[in-house]
């Protein structure tokens, strides 16, 4: 008989490091995220987000010249080959946005002269033609669930501006696209969160950089990551609709019925994400713009109600993360709750493309290798590591797995 062999085990991979990245760094403890050397507080304030995937693609900021290029390159991109849109036009409308965009990503390969070069250049001129489509499949998508036309982009507005043409039929003002252009600033990359992961993961067995992608937006829809800040917003949404007054009571009753406060806690930050900081201010700056402060009023008392009750609990380090104000952010913008993980895919795609990038040439740890874990099993059937196979007319029902 085969003996079973006990493995070193770490669940969730947490605080194992993988791989080396030049990407981006984290530190948890001290709220910090740097991309290519450059702090997110930095390029919120002074950045575009076209200069920041340039950044996260080439490694260092453009010069004007190569910035005016990549811009229109992006441009060029970012109309969806007819096919991709007379495709989506026969999805039942009812398809969650995120499985909508994933399923267009294979679709677009499709439409990639270079798919298969794997050279450094075609993969670049991958990257930027994920980065021009994606936030044109999820406006595209959008429309389409309601019955309405596809929009053409409009060239004379900023990457952040069209995407919310392109989403709602109407030119916003440069403030208004300036707050989205720092929410995909904000989102673009994030280390080996479970995304970028899956992406690398799925690249390191030399599948193509739209395999890896698709993997990446499957990964975020979950509510654990990218499908948080929709989860925020149906919980402020509830608060209203249910009349909540007491938000410490309410948040104390959820702990207590062992529920997650969503859009705080994080894998990683151990204090506030430098993000939610960032956010929280463009929430507050749009609500007094919109008459609509009640949602970053809202967001701010559960975050005091959830810090108060959690550290009543000894949980100190549970604090908004990157969903809590964004959710808001996205609620006065315009957007549905359903769409507000796609917002974050038509950011994370640059991180992403980065990553896989780095992943396909070893830039940061030598020659690639392909992931492959080990899991211990602990299969237990028949008192023994193999069991008899008994042929179907002897075989009494075992019961389904609890
Ligand atoms: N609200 C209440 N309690 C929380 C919490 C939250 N948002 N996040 C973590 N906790 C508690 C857990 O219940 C657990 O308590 P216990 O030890 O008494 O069982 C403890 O903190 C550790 O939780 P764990 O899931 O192991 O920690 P983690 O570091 O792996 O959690 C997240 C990271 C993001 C999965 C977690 O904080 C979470 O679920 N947050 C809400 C979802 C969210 O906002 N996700 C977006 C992340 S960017």
Not at 92 to 112: K, W, Y
Not at 120 to 130: E, G, M, Q, V, Y
Not at 152 to 161: E, R, V, W, Y
Not at 336 to 347: E, K, N, R, V
Request: charged share 25%; proline share 5%.
């Amino acid at each position: 008989m085969t003996e079973r062999t006990v493995r070193t085990k770490n669940i969730g991979l947490r605080g194992i490091a993988v791989a080396d990245t030049k990407i981006s760094y984290i530190d948890g403890e001290r709220g910090v995220l740097i991309y290519r050397g450059y702090r997110i507080e930095d390029l919120a304030e002074n950045s575009t987000f076209p200069e920041t995937a340039y950044l996260l693609f080439y490694e260092n900021l453009p010069t004007p010249e190569q910035l005016t290029a990549f811009e229109a390159d992006l441009r060029a991109a970012r109309t969806l080959p007819d096919f991709v849109v007379e495709s989506m036009q026969r999805w039942p409308r009812s398809a969650h946005p995120m499985d909508a965009l994933q399923a267009a990503v294979p679709l677009l390969a499709m439409a990639d002269p270079e798919l298969f070069d794997e050279s450094r250049p075609a993969n670049l001129k991958k990257a930027l033609r994920l980065t021009a489509r994606i936030p044109a499949v999820v406006a595209a998508w959008h429309r389409i669930r309601q019955g309405l036309d596809v929009l053409p982009p409009n060239d004379t507005l900023t990457h952040a501006g069209n995407f919310l043409w392109q989403t709602f039929g109407v030119v916003p003002d440069a403030e208004t696209a300036r707050v989205m252009d720092i929410c995909l600033i904000l989102h673009a990359d994030h280390t080996f969160n479970a995304s970028t992961f899956a992406c690398r993961e799925v690249v390191s067995t030399r599948a193509h950089m739209y395999a890896g992608v698709a993997a990446g937006v499957g990964a975020l829809s979950g509510e654990l990551h990218g499908g948080a800040n929709a989860r925020v917003m149906e919980m402020l949404q509830n608060l209203v609709e249910d009349r909540v007054t007491d938000i410490q009571a309410w948040v104390r009753d959820r702990l207590e019925r062992k529920e997650r406060i969503m859009g705080m806690g994080h894998a990683v930050y151990k204090t506030m994400d430098p993000r939610a900081k960032i956010l929280k201010k463009l929430a507050f700056q749009l609500g007094e713009k919109t008459g609509l402060r009640i949602w970053p009023e809202l967001t701010e008392a559960v975050e005091k109600a959830a810090m108060a009750e959690l550290s009543a609990r000894g949980k100190t380090d549970i604090q908004p993360n990157v969903d809590f104000y964004s959710a808001s952010v996205y609620h006065i913008l315009g957007f549905p709750g359903d769409l507000m993980t796609c917002i974050f895919a038509a950011s994370r795609i640059a991180g992403w493309c980065a990553h896989i990038i780095e992943e396909k040439y070893g830039d940061a740890q030598g020659k690639p290798a392909l992931y492959r874990p080990q899991a211990e099993y602990v299969g237990d059937y028949c008192g023994k590591l193999d069991c008899e196979y008994i042929p179907p007319e002897k075989r009494r029902d075992a019961g389904a797995p609890a």
